[in-house]
């Protein structure tokens, strides 16, 4: 799956690191930065590696270490992960013989500079619940006043339902599926839509797709996330206010960062004319 976690740690880490030129915090340059999550049912290729940015810096993005010793550990087992092309810090796992389940329990270890950083994350439970209104979203041919009123317009959405609680956090991400995909006609209505639809976490249990969304006609999937505790509690730091100097909230030893996992369950629809 492509990096989809909008790299809040960071953000989270310069807000506190660069405050106030008053403030008696002084960060250690050479602190461990870990971004990982995994994702039940998928391999392993979100992990990114990092260090601290220094107090003062210009710098927005944080100097990436593509040189450590990162590694797996389920059951028991080490998974190496190896670096990953370019210059980013990120790391991926090139077997196919980790499994990742609902109710595992994971940790990962990087040995960076003689130090060695470590967090524990346990996989949770998919969504349950998952449907939608229809199994398909009709794209217009033609646009008119009429259209606007008509049952056809309806066909050209749909409704996504989960069981939510009210205070779990899941994110969405739609994409295209079709090992053909027929892009959609943009003389009909010039608006094109983008290859992969993805929602920040909400603690809603409900979305409304519709087809300006589309870039192409086909077979698409709808995934819905449950986000795990360890990235929801850092979610919600992303607003915290820059005069607050609470610590990022972080589930590192040794470190900085965050190390969590995810679930997810899935429909199909089409998009057509």
């Given at each position: 799956m492509t990096k989809i976690l909008f790299s809040l740690f960071l953000t989270a880490t310069y807000l506190f690191f660069n405050c106030t030129s008053e403030s008696s915090v002084e960060p250690n340059t050479d602190e461990i930065v870990i971004q990982a999550y995994i994702y039940a049912g998928e391999s392993v290729t979100d992990v990114r590696i990092t260090s601290t940015l220094p107090l003062g810096t210009d710098e927005l993005s944080a100097p990436p270490i593509n040189d450590a010793e990162v590694t797996l550990i389920k059951d028991g087992i080490r998974y190496t992960l190896q670096s990953s092309p370019g210059d980013s810090g990120y790391y991926?796992?090139?077997g196919s013989d980790l499994s990742l389940n609902e109710g595992d329990a994971v940790r990962i270890e990087v040995n960076y500079s003689d130090k060695l950083a470590y967090g524990e994350t346990v996989i949770p439970p998919p969504p349950?619940?998952?449907?939608?209104?229809?199994?398909?979203?009709?794209?217009?041919?033609?646009?008119?006043?009429?259209?606007?009123?008509?049952?056809?317009?309806?066909?050209?959405?749909?409704?996504?339902y989960w069981d939510g609680d009210g205070?779990?956090?899941?994110?969405?991400?739609?994409?295209?599926v079709d090992p053909n995909p027929q892009p959609v006609d943009t003389t009909i209505f010039p608006f094109r839509g983008i290859f992969r639809i993805r929602t920040r976490p909400s603690t809603a249990d409900s979305l409304r797709l519709n087809f300006m969304q589309f870039e192409y006609l086909g077979r698409h999937r709808a995934k819905i996330y449950m986000v795990n505790q360890e990235y929801a509690d850092l979610y919600q730091t992303q607003s915290q206010d820059s005069r607050d100097l609470n610590e990022p909230l972080t589930n590192i030893v040794n470190g900085l960062g965050v190390f969590s996992a995810f679930n997810s369950d899935s429909v199909f629809f089409e998009v057509k004319y």
């Open positions: 991926h796992y090139e349950e619940g998952i449907h939608a209104s229809s199994d398909e979203i009709i794209y217009p041919t033609e646009l008119t006043w009429e259209w606007r009123y008509s049952e056809e317009f309806e066909k050209s959405q749909m409704m996504l205070e779990s956090l899941y994110f969405a991400v739609i994409e295209t």
